[in-house]
């Protein structure tokens, strides 16, 4: 069985199902899941049954497309309903979710308290604080994410699990809705983990981690504006912007890790802003596929989502969320217009802005622990010239040339082989000199680094959206050419900072958890290293965080006390957000051109005082 055959299950209910497990069934919990993951299932409507043995069958229930309710899941077996294999089949199955991309807006938001509005209409009144059920809601939310990072992926089975739910489910019902989300992010990346999904990477779970625990962590500090900020909305607000002249770019497919599959287009007004038209429901890839050639929900338009990509729409009564996403209203009104080439005005303004200040505006909105509420876009638009491919590590990637002599390394967006990415980027890397006007998205790393999601067509005529549409040897400027290995560039990744130093501490705790991480031993080697190269704030945070992991206090007789997990989650965290935000400032300072060209090798060292 496999848990995306499986309807997705609230929060609420996988919580409530293991609380109510008996402690030994609890220890059972993560081997009956396991076995339930072999077992041969069936959906008919909405109910999906899982055949348990020759003759238990475990259905469940999910009108909507949900299970809502406990009682929707139910057991043949002779101990049900206070059988382990209801709270199995929940674990196993993905967890609920409000689809990513809500295209207008419902309902409005609950009104806040009284008081909330109170200080709206008197400047005098002293700025809103959480309430006292919000800062229980993020305590019990720090706890369930220090206890992630006690264990480890390897010890947070489903029990640890159900205690994020919980704490997600509570902090959703008491307005924090962005601490939620990334304790359910948590969730998935812990289940992904555990059962060896090849998309799981270990630096997502850090980023999910330091998410929750440092919103979490500023629940109860923050007032006003910050605490708005810090709790979220359920729903992205969409406000009028009047009459809007679209011109479409590119159409890319968008695959989740919740199952969840569409596309989203990506249009320009005549000012240069970016707007996108979504459609993504649960469904996965096949979905995603199925998607762009279905007709845009805007207005009266009958345009495809891949015809809108290059063609234009004229707007009326448009409504636009913060982040950029047309709302799809009753009011909305659209009609079929003219686009225009990339080469052509308005379009053609996007591709001169010079590529460090794009960088350096996609790094404000694609930071890891950037507000949700922020706009701005993680997209870059180069004119690059082709070298070939480069070998890394995880694989081969397409190197390129930009304006200021800057190499940039281009990687696929997806690697499902159902979608295009990576055989047009194989396709591209067998034809060196070729020049391109390309669209990527910023990939955080120490030297420039996008993922690649439209290019114009190698022959010059019309664009290529590489999530979609593939590319023939015939479309190559010599169809008989191989790929091409680039050579070294000397001005392009040389050693790494002695800040992975502390990455790495950082992400070993999360698989292993605490106790591995304090058995490494002296770190003394390692701070002397990271001080000599200006670091000495990484090298202090490094020494906290293994000497958090390694302590252990006894009582008068010599019994070991428990262990301080929360003094360790606070020493985490703060080694999580300061390595990101200093990798993210190197990432800004590789965008800028390199004196002399690609050919000069930097050799200036990293200091402290560039984060």
């Not at 807006?105 to 008197?122: F, I, N, V």
């Not at 919740?258 to 996108?276: E, I, K, M, P, Y």
């Not at 040897?473 to 169809?479: H, Q």
Request: hydrophobic share 40%; net charge neutral.
């Amino acid at each position: 069985m496999n848990d995306d055959r499986l309807p997705p299950v609230a929060p609420e209910v996988t919580a409530t199902l293991v609380e109510d497990l008996s402690p030994r069934l609890r220890k059972r919990l993560d081997a009956a899941v396991t076995k339930l993951g072999t077992r041969p299932t069936h959906r008919d409507g909405d109910t999906t049954t899982i055949e348990v043995d020759d003759e238990t069958r475990l259905r469940l229930h999910a009108p909507g497309g949900v299970v809502a309710q406990a009682e929707d899941i139910t057991c043949g077996c002779l101990l049900a309903p206070a059988c382990v294999h209801r709270a199995a089949a929940a674990c196993a199955a993905p967890t609920a979710d409000p689809a990513p991309e809500p295209t207008e807006q419902l309902t409005p938001e609950p009104p806040g308290p009284a008081s909330a509005k109170a200080r709206a209409t008197d400047p005098a009144a002293p700025p809103e604080t959480a309430s006292p059920a919000q800062r229980a809601a993020a305590d019990a939310l720090w706890a369930a994410g220090a206890a992630v990072l006690e264990a480890g992926v390897d010890g947070a089975g489903a029990v640890t699990q159900s205690a994020l739910l919980r704490a997600a489910h509570t902090a959703r019902l008491h307005h924090l809705p962005r601490a939620a989300g990334a304790a359910l992010s948590v969730v998935t990346l812990l289940r992904g983990a555990r059962a060896g999904d090849p998309s799981y990477r270990t630096a997502d779970l850090v980023t999910a981690l330091a998410e929750l625990l440092g919103t979490a962590r500023r629940v109860g500090a923050a007032s006003g504006a910050e605490l708005a900020a810090v709790r979220g909305r359920v729903r992205r607000p969409y406000s009028p912007d009047g009459s809007l002249r679209l011109y479409g770019l590119f159409t890319e497919p968008v695959v989740t890790d919740s199952g969840h599959g569409g596309v989203r287009t990506w249009v320009a007004g005549a000012d240069g802003r970016l707007f996108t038209v979504g459609d993504v429901a649960p469904g996965g890839v096949g979905r995603a596929l199925g998607v762009a050639d279905r007709a845009v929900r805007l207005g009266d338009s009958a345009l495809t989502h891949r015809e809108l990509g290059r063609a234009g729409l004229a707007v009326s009564g448009a409504t636009v969320s913060p982040d950029g996403r047309l709302g799809a209203g009753k009011g909305v009104k659209a009609v079929t217009a003219r686009g225009a080439a990339w080469t052509e005005p308005p379009l053609a303004a996007l591709w001169e802005t010079p590529p460090s200040e794009q960088a350096a505006r996609a790094l404000r909105s694609s930071s890891r622990y950037a507000d949700p509420e922020g706009g701005g876009s993680d997209l870059l638009f180069l004119d690059v010239e082709l070298l070939g491919a480069v070998r890394e590590p995880g694989g081969i990637c397409l190197l390129a040339l930009c304006e200021g002599g800057v190499p940039v390394r281009l990687t696929a967006a997806d690697d499902d082989p159902a979608l295009a990415h990576r055989d047009n980027l194989a396709l591209l890397a067998a034809a060196p000199g070729t020049r391109l006007r390309i669209i990527g998205r910023l990939a955080p790393a120490p030297h420039p680094r996008l993922t690649l999601l439209a290019c114009s067509h190698p022959t010059g005529e019309g664009t290529i959206d590489l999530g979609l549409d593939r590319l023939r040897r015939a479309d190559l400027p010599d169809p008989a050419a191989r790929v091409h290995l680039a050579p070294p560039q000397p001005g392009g990744p040389g050693a790494p900072s002695p800040l992975y130093l502390l990455e790495r501490r950082v992400e070993q705790t999360v698989p292993a958890g605490r106790a591995a991480l304090g058995m490494l031993g002296d770190v003394t080697a390692e701070t002397r290293r990271i001080r000599r190269a200006g670091l000495p704030t990484a090298a202090a945070l490094l020494t906290a965080l293994c000497a958090s992991a390694a302590q252990r206090d006894r009582d008068l007789f010599g019994r070991l006390l428990p262990a301080d997990t929360d003094g360790f989650a606070a020493h985490w965290l703060a080694a999580a957000r300061y390595t990101a935000a200093v990798s993210e400032s190197l990432c800004s300072a590789a965008w800028n051109p390199t004196p002399g060209g690609p050919a000069a090798v930097s050799s200036v060292p990293v200091h402290e005082a560039a984060g």
